[in-house]
């Protein structure tokens, strides 16, 4: 008995199509056949009165059936699948409109056309599916439109898509929903060949290390100039392959299910609030692009604000410094002091670490009163006082993102033209006031529980650095080798032990003794110097530290996690914390997985994370 009808072919330069039939009594079915018009070759697909044409340029349908695509960034995704973990396809039927009341409306017109550029750019950068059923009974298309949302909508938006994966199986496994309403299931997947052999080299580079260093991004752009993809489809790719990884969907997934929570809620609360900034400042780790889980905030965060019993202290003192300088003594002459800049700077450093989003509605808010005050009294002066600030501000935030992503983020390196910027600005702030520069960038970070030990190293080099440039005693390109050395030696460090967690965990391998360990250190070694993926001349001392943390990561999981969930004792694992060196980031990675792997509830992790007071 014949299951499936296949054919498999190209439209246009660098396009292709996969078109599959499925059902029952298939053995004389037709269902496939070329148009040439003119010379240009047209596939033409039809089942049921349902009918497809995938031409050089893009994809034209009549009939029933809709398209689907797995979620990836630049998707439109609706806030309603937003909060919903198990939803992971966008869904779209023919003929569907969407009203504010009573949502989904479905139409009698489902004919429609799109262009391979709109299809890969509305949808999935690398692959898109289309569908049609061929109904056992003759009822209108809106009636069929009703039936397929009702029986396959819930199926469609749930079922794991994969990029190599099988589509028989996808018409296989629902055949149960669709079987009921027809005698057959056809399915059009449309792939972009170019973005596919970037997707895979991409996914290829970043599953050795997490990290693309400077070698495997000259790789990868050299690719995308010569497959001609832009660069919004790049960072479409790079998000996806990112957020696919295992451990990098964790904390995204975390950070989400926080951000639905609040979505069903008025407001944001300070315990949210604090979650949202520590995963973060995990995703900024991690190389999580920011503008990813921003389209998340802007989505589910709104314009909520966060509970306070009391308007936080840096607001008030915000609105005052700003209404004072600016306006309400505007009429005998204020300007603003050095002190009124230093509470202003301080303020916003405030404002940024609450991600409080008060503090630039304060602004845009004083910045409108300005304006009509200008107007009214027709006296630029106050605007200009005004664009003064915005510019201390905007040095502000260009130091802030540059410094934190050196800090938090193991592949950033400091580039000559960055390093310039800094010790121009660093001059600016400290003529505001002597260590200003270092009490608003410096300071935050080293105190901050989630800054790694690289990233210590960094902020560190760079303040001294600094200091020395400023002397005379340095010279600015010997700052930018120093950085660069701390990025490639933590780099190489994750490789090694990626490396040695892959082959202990592959083999099963226990090692007794130093003899072995030492033995082992050189066997990983040799294998990765001859690979290229580390330098040669590596210290021993180097690799040795990477299977130390290892074996305390192994300590921890086994031995010292267990201990403090079962007893509820937060010492026991803050001790741990304090004496192992490992990472703050890194243990709650540990424990994430712990707590997945024995399906614990949050209750249970918040317990050893928080001291009784």
């Given at each position: 008995?014949?299951?499936?009808?296949?054919?498999h072919?190209?439209?246009g330069?660098?396009?292709?199509?996969?078109?599959?039939l499925?059902?029952?009594?298939?053995?004389n079915?037709?269902?496939?056949?070329?148009?040439?018009?003119d010379?240009?070759?047209?596939?033409?697909?039809f089942?049921g009165?349902?009918?497809?044409?995938?031409?050089?340029?893009?994809?034209?349908?009549?009939?029933?059936?809709?398209?689907f695509?797995?979620?990836m960034?630049?998707?439109?995704?609706?806030?309603?699948?937003?909060?919903k973990?198990?939803?992971v396809?966008?869904?779209?039927?023919?003929?569907?409109?969407h009203?504010?009341?009573?949502?989904?409306r479905?139409?009698?017109?489902t004919?429609?056309?799109?262009?391979?550029?709109d299809?890969?750019?509305?949808g999935?950068?690398?692959?898109?599916y289309y569908f049609?059923?061929?109904?056992?009974t003759?009822?209108?298309l809106?009636?069929?439109?009703?039936?397929?949302?009702r029986?396959?909508?819930?199926?469609l938006?749930?079922?794991?898509l994969e990029?190599?994966?099988?589509?028989?199986?996808?018409?296989?496994?629902?055949?149960?929903?669709w079987?009921?309403?027809?005698?057959?299931?056809?399915?059009?997947?449309l792939?972009?060949?170019?973005?596919?052999?970037?997707y895979?080299k991409?996914?290829e580079l970043?599953?050795?290390s997490?990290?693309l260093?400077?070698?495997?991004?000259?790789?990868?752009?050299n690719?995308?100039?010569?497959?001609?993809?832009?660069?919004?489809?790049?960072?479409r790719?790079k998000?996806?392959?990112?957020?696919?990884?295992n451990?990098?969907?964790?904390?995204?997934?975390?950070?989400?299910?926080?951000?639905?929570?609040?979505?069903r809620?008025?407001?944001?609360r300070?315990d949210?609030?604090?979650?949202i900034s520590?995963l973060?400042?995990?995703?900024?780790?991690?190389?999580?692009?920011?503008?990813?889980?921003n389209a998340?905030?802007?989505k589910?965060?709104g314009?909520?604000r966060?509970?306070?019993?009391?308007?936080p202290?840096?607001?008030?003192?915000a609105?005052?410094v700003l209404e004072?300088?600016?306006?309400?003594t505007?009429?005998i002459?204020?300007?603003?002091?050095?002190?009124?800049?230093i509470?202003?700077l301080?303020?916003?450093l405030?404002?940024?670490?609450?991600?409080d989003?008060?503090f630039?509605?304060?602004?845009?808010?004083?910045?409108?009163?300005?304006?009509?005050?200008s107007t009214?009294?027709?006296?630029p002066?106050?605007?200009?006082?005004?664009?003064?600030?915005?510019?201390?501000?905007?040095?502000?935030?260009?130091?802030?993102?540059?410094v934190?992503?050196?800090?938090?983020?193991?592949e950033?390196?400091?580039s000559?033209?960055?390093?310039r910027s800094?010790l121009a600005?660093?001059?600016i702030?400290?003529?505001?006031?002597d260590g200003?520069?270092?009490?608003l960038?410096l300071?935050?970070?080293l105190?901050?529980?989630?800054?790694?030990g690289t990233?210590?190293?960094k902020?560190q080099?760079l303040?001294?650095?600094?200091?020395?440039?400023?002397?005379?005693?340095?010279?600015?390109?010997?700052?930018?080798?120093s950085?660069?050395?701390?990025?490639r030696?933590?780099?190489e460090y994750?490789?090694v032990?990626?490396?040695?967690?892959?082959?202990?965990k592959?083999f099963g391998?226990?090692?007794r003794g130093e003899?072995?360990?030492?033995?082992?250190?050189?066997?990983?070694?040799?294998m990765?110097?001859?690979?290229?993926?580390?330098?040669?001349?590596?210290?021993?001392?180097?690799?040795?530290?990477?299977?130390?943390?290892l074996?305390m990561e192994?300590v921890?999981?086994?031995?010292v996690?267990?201990?403090?969930?079962?007893?509820?004792?937060?010492?026991?694992r803050?001790?741990?914390?304090?004496?192992?060196?490992?990472d703050?980031?890194?243990?709650?990675?540990?424990?994430?997985e712990?707590?997945?792997?024995?399906?614990?509830?949050?209750?249970?992790m918040d317990?050893i994370?928080?001291?009784?007071k």
């Amino acid at each position: 008995m014949i299951k499936d009808l296949r054919v498999h072919g190209v439209a246009g330069p660098d396009k292709e199509f996969y078109a599959t039939l499925s059902g029952f009594g298939l053995g004389n079915h037709y269902f496939h056949e070329v148009i040439d018009e003119d010379g240009v070759l047209r596939h033409r697909f039809f089942c049921g009165g349902n009918e497809y044409i995938v031409g050089p340029d893009g994809v034209s349908h009549t009939g029933n059936g809709g398209s689907f695509c797995p979620y990836m960034f630049g998707v439109d995704e609706p806030v309603e699948d937003l909060v919903k973990p198990d939803v992971v396809n966008r869904l779209v039927l023919f003929g569907a409109r969407h009203d504010p009341v009573p949502g989904i409306r479905l139409t009698r017109n489902t004919s429609g056309s799109e262009s391979f550029k709109d299809v890969f750019l509305r949808g999935h950068t690398v692959y898109n599916y289309y569908f049609s059923i061929q109904f056992l009974t003759r009822i209108s298309l809106k009636k069929q439109q009703e039936k397929i949302l009702r029986v396959l909508g819930k199926s469609l938006k749930r079922f794991p898509l994969e990029l190599d994966g099988d589509d028989s199986k996808i018409a296989e496994e629902l055949n149960a929903q669709w079987s009921e309403l027809g005698a057959a299931f056809f399915l059009l997947k449309l792939v972009n060949r170019s973005h596919r052999e970037f997707y895979v080299k991409f996914r290829e580079l970043y599953s050795r290390s997490h990290v693309l260093g400077e070698e495997e991004q000259i790789i990868l752009q050299n690719l995308a100039e010569r497959l001609e993809i832009d660069p919004y489809s790049r960072e479409r790719i790079k998000i996806d392959i990112m957020f696919r990884d295992n451990e990098n969907r964790r904390v995204i997934d975390e950070y989400r299910s926080v951000l639905a929570e609040i979505w069903r809620g008025d407001e944001i609360r300070f315990d949210q609030s604090a979650k949202i900034s520590r995963l973060r400042t995990l995703a900024l780790r991690k190389g999580i692009p920011d503008n990813f889980l921003n389209a998340l905030d802007e989505k589910l965060l709104g314009n909520k604000r966060i509970v306070a019993t009391e308007v936080p202290e840096y607001l008030v003192e915000a609105r005052g410094v700003l209404e004072t300088i600016l306006l309400q003594t505007r009429r005998i002459g204020a300007r603003l002091e050095r002190v009124d800049l230093i509470r202003l700077l301080k303020t916003k450093l405030s404002a940024l670490e609450n991600r409080d989003s008060v503090f630039d509605r304060i602004l845009i808010e004083v910045g409108k009163e300005c304006d009509e005050f200008s107007t009214r009294t027709e006296d630029p002066a106050i605007l200009e006082e005004f664009g003064n600030i915005i510019t201390y501000f905007d040095r502000f935030d260009t130091v802030y993102n540059v410094v934190n992503r050196m800090a938090f983020h193991e592949e950033e390196k400091l580039s000559l033209e960055r390093a310039r910027s800094l010790l121009a600005n660093r001059r600016i702030f400290e003529e505001i006031q002597d260590g200003l520069f270092h009490e608003l960038f410096l300071d935050p970070i080293l105190k901050n529980p989630y800054l790694p030990g690289t990233g210590r190293k960094k902020i560190q080099a760079l303040s001294s650095g600094l200091k020395k440039i400023a002397t005379g005693d340095l010279a600015l390109q010997d700052l930018v080798i120093s950085l660069g050395t701390l990025t490639r030696d933590e780099k190489e460090y994750r490789i090694v032990k990626a490396a040695m967690d892959r082959w202990l965990k592959k083999f099963g391998r226990s090692l007794r003794g130093e003899d072995e360990e030492n033995a082992f250190v050189g066997d990983v070694k040799k294998m990765l110097t001859s690979k290229g993926f580390v330098r040669s001349g590596m210290p021993d001392a180097f690799l040795r530290k990477a299977l130390d943390d290892l074996k305390m990561e192994r300590v921890y999981v086994s031995k010292v996690l267990p201990g403090a969930v079962k007893e509820k004792n937060p010492w026991i694992r803050e001790e741990f914390i304090r004496s192992s060196g490992l990472d703050l980031i890194r243990v709650e990675e540990l424990e994430r997985e712990f707590q997945a792997q024995y399906r614990l509830e949050d209750e249970a992790m918040d317990r050893i994370r928080k001291r009784d007071k």
